[in-house]
Each structure stands twice: as C-alpha cells, then as structure tokens.
C-alpha cells in the first residue's frame, strides 16, 4: 500500500515539475506560427510512452496531457506525427480482436430483440437530453440533433468498454455479438447523416446578398478585413488608402478578423475583442498588434472606422462558416481576404469555400511588392489605380467599387473596357454602368477612360501586362463569360482557379515590379 502511494507521488511530481516546465520552455522557444522542431517532437512521444508504461505498470489512467500548454504547437505536432499511426496501425487491431469474439450465427432472436430495444431506449434518451439541453440553450432543433446523433456515436470507446466486459464475463457472447454490430452499424449510419443534415451555410439560401453595386455611393460601405497573419497587413492598409471615399457623406466601415488554425485546442472559438481587455491564449500576442495597427490606422485616415474586432480559431475546414457568419451579422457588402503565399495550400481552400459560401460580395487581395518582410506603415498610399472591364456582374461590380474613389485628389484612375474589334455585343446593364460613370467624371481630370479592341485572348493577355509597370493598384472581375473571344481559351491555362482568368494573369507574371491588385466577386 505505501510503495503504490509513493509510486503515484513520485509521477504527479515528475509531471507537475519536469515534464510541465520542459513542454512550457519547449513552446516559449518555439516562434510564433512555426512548426515545433523535430527533436521536441521525438522527445516528446518518448515521455508519452515512458509515462504511459509505467502509469499502467502501477495501475491509474494516463494523465500527460494534462501538461500540455493551452493553445501550444506541441498537441498538433505530436497529433501530425501519431494520427496515421494510431489510425491505421493501432485501431484496426482492436475491431480485428474484438471481432475475433464474435460467433455471428450463434444468437437467439428473442435475445437479440430485447437487446436491441434496450439500446435503442438507451440511444433515445442520450439523444433526448442532448436536444433538450441544447434547445434550453437555443440551439436550432436540427443541430441540436446532429449534436445528440455525435455524442451517442462513441465509436471505439464502446467497442472497447464491450470487449472489456466480455473478457470479465459480465456479458455473454450473444450479447457481445449483437453490441458488437449495433455499434459497427451505428458509426457507419451517423457520420453520413450529420453530414447530410448539417450545413451552417443552409441558412444564407435565402438572405439578400449584398454586394457593393446595390449599395448607394453616398451611403456606409461595410467591409471585413480578413487576416491571416501579420504579413497581411500593410497589404489592407495601402488598399484601404487607395479607396479613402475622402467625403464625410461617404464613410468606409471596417471589421476586422483573425483566422488563426485551431492548434491544441479540442474546439473552435470565436472571440470579440474588446478595449483593454486581453486574453492569455497564444494567439493574443498576434491578434492584439493586428488590432493595434488597424486602430493606428483609423486615427491617422479619415473616412474610416473601425467597427468590431474578431479572432477565430478554427481548423481551415470550417473558417468559412465563420467569416460568413460575420458577414451576415455585420451586413457588410464585402469581403476581402489576402491570396497568401502560394505555397500555403490550406490558405487556398479556404479562400475557395469563402466565394461559394459568402452571403455579400468576395474581394481576393493579392499583394506582388514583396513587403511581407517590411515593418507595418500606415503611410503608404497607391496613387495610380486600374480598372479592367470586360463585362459580366464581377466587372460591374469592380467598377462600382471604383467610382467610390472618383473624389479621392490624391488618385489617378484609369477604367479600360475590353471589346472584340469584331463583335459589339454589349448588355444593358453594362451600358447603364457606363452612361452612369460618364456623368460622374465629365468634370474631372484624374479619371480616365478608354476603349481598348482586342482580336483575341493572346491580345488580351499582351495589352493586360502592358499594365503591370503602370499601376500601383488593380482592380479586376473574377468571372466571365468563357465563350467570349476576349477570354475564350485563357481557363485552360488558368493555375489559380480563385483567382479567375485575368486575375491569374498577374499572379502568375514575372514582372518583379511593385503592384497589387483585388479580384472582385459579386
């Protein structure tokens, strides 16, 4: 009795006091948004094992992760380095031995009914709680379903708690038996019925989309600023400078979000910063001088306010859902998030989901100065902007963003509209955009407009990069029509989807110049 007492001090002492202090150094040395080093890693799979084996040598349950720091790299990095095998080589011995137990033609049916309804009564009121609680918290009634469908699929758990009891002889082989395939069957019938029945974007079907071109010049632009990482921002801020609406009747509304991906945490979170108030999570550290630079930026423009501040933490699966549902409590009319570098794959799918799934309009932000290296500077502006009209609801849209800058002083503003020499099909809602335009910049001379005839989309693609060494600043539609001969054969030269034909045009330039520009989704 004394030696399993002093057995168990001495591991809650070499955990509290050595491996809690070792894993905490491991993540104050390791840099902020970089991948723990490979030796921490091993190090720390072979504690793992070491405490695992000697916590079952003495009889108590497992208890390292409990000195894991919150939010720390460590749970993600043992988490890449372990799940496939833990998966595929660890798990599947245990349905091979659990099943070996199994005598599938050996049952009697009329212990297999009372069985089954014993477990249905059972599942039934696990469901049952979970819903009522989760409606008592105003949970939708569908997913508060889904939500009892998960926590009654335990999976592995059960099998294990099973094969646990059998082997005590507290449960007969029949009865093993008909557990056994009840619970096989039900982990193969919830994962795709919670698929099937949860959709958060479901309940943006029937919302009126905003978009910029329905919003009037004069009225509160609301746009969320989506960012990645530090490195994003000095690319919002010289966009933010190049659309200054400089009037006091037209004032830019900016919310602002972090994406952060969910790293040692088991759920997501969505946090509203408030003013001197800070959290203690890792991702504060980076969230509070994103914030800091956008209020910095607000005192030094007019013109722009700053209204909320997020930070969401979620796997790169579901960020989506959460810019979308900004946006819809926001009302804002644009989205804009930052393409990234082009070697972040995840970045890239996010940004994908975020067009198809956005309720307002979606604004991709690619930067080509090459300043993710360079300190935050709220003072850089664009002085010479383009925009590329070709036509279609994304070119609209690009130009009504455009005509918000026509009382900027401090901006040259060319519009060129691409026609085929040898066709003038020209929709309605394009002309009345222009007739619009036209009024608007009868009297000023720092707009410019001009017509430029094309024969082909090599000839487009020739006088596109004409303006690569002209501009600061681009603004583009992402759509259109692919059975125009302006563009027609671009799409199956198209490397970045996202980005649309003319977009990827100058993401994929080798032009080292200094410009930027925004494809715009309506």
């Known amino acids: 009795m004394l030696l399993a007492w002093i057995s168990k001090i001495f591991l809650v002492t070499f955990i509290m006091f050595i491996l809690h202090p070792i894993m905490s150094w491991m993540n104050r040395t390791t840099p902020e948004g970089k991948t723990l080093n490979e030796g921490y890693v091993s190090s720390i799979i072979i504690s793992v094992l070491g405490v695992s084996f000697y916590c079952q040598s003495i009889g108590i349950d497992p208890s390292v992760g409990l000195t894991v720091p919150v939010g720390s790299p460590i749970a993600t990095a043992v988490q890449k380095k372990l799940e496939c095998f833990v998966t595929f080589v660890l798990v599947t011995p245990v349905y091979i031995i659990g099943g070996y137990h199994v005598r599938s033609f050996e049952f009697i049916w009329k212990d297999f009914v009372v069985v089954e309804i014993m477990m249905f009564l059972a599942y039934f009121a696990k469901i049952g709680f979970v819903m009522l609680s989760s409606l008592y918290m105003l949970m939708p009634i569908l997913d508060s379903f889904c939500l009892g469908l998960l926590l009654t699929c335990d ?12 082997e005590a002889e507290l449960m007969g082989q029949q009865t093993y038996t008909i557990i056994f395939f009840t619970n096989l069957l039900i982990t193969m019938v919830i994962t795709p019925t919670v698929k099937y029945l949860y959709n958060p974007s479901g309940k943006y079907a029937g919302y009126k989309r905003l978009s910029i071109l ?4 004069n009225t509160e632009l609301r746009i969320l600023a989506c960012v990645y990482n530090q490195e994003n921002v000095p690319s919002f801020f010289n966009f933010f400078e190049a ?7 037209s004032v830019v509304c900016i919310y602002v979000l972090h994406l952060v991906e969910l790293v040692g945490r088991a759920t997501s979170i969505l946090v509203e910063h408030k003013q001197h108030k800070k959290t203690r999570a890792r991702t504060s550290n980076s969230s509070d001088k994103i914030i800091n630079a956008f209020n910095q930026f607000e005192q030094q423009n007019q013109g722009f306010t700053i209204g909320s501040c997020f930070t969401a933490i979620s796997p790169f699966s579901s960020m989506h859902n959460d810019v979308s549902q900004i946006a819809l409590d926001k009302r804002t009319n644009l989205v804009i998030i930052p393409f990234g570098e082009l070697d972040k794959h995840p970045y890239r799918v996010v940004n994908q989901s975020i067009l198809d799934k956005a309720p307002c309009s979606v604004g991709i932000l690619f930067d080509h100065k090459n300043i993710s290296v360079a300190p935050i500077d709220v003072s850089v502006s664009f002085h010479d902007v383009a925009v590329i009209f070709i036509g279609g609801p994304d070119d609209r849209e690009a130009l009504a963003y455009s005509m918000r800058m026509l009382d900027n002083p401090n901006l040259n503003l060319s519009i060129f509209r691409f026609t085929h020499i040898k066709s003038n099909r020209k929709t309605k809602k394009d002309g009345e955009l222009i007739s619009d335009l036209w ?3 009868m009297n ?31 603004i583009v539609g992402r759509r259109h029509d692919s059975n125009s001969p302006i563009v027609r054969g671009l799409d199956e030269w198209c490397v970045f989807k996202e980005l649309g034909v003319i977009g990827d045009i100058f993401a994929t330039s080798t032009f080292e110049g200094n410009f930027s520009f925004l494809v715009l989704q309506q």
């Open 155 to 166: 999976g592995i758990i059960n099998m294990w708690y099973a094969m646990a009891m059998y």
């Open 444 to 474: 000023t001379n720092n707009i410019l407009y001009k017509e430029e005839e094309v024969t082909d989309c090599a000839d487009t693609t020739s006088k596109i990069k004409c303006l690569e060494d002209s501009y600061d600043f681009i």
């Open 214 to 217: 329905n919003s009037a010049v």
């Open 439 to 441: 009024d608007k910049i």
């Open 243 to 249: 659309t200054n609406p400089v009037t006091k009747d």
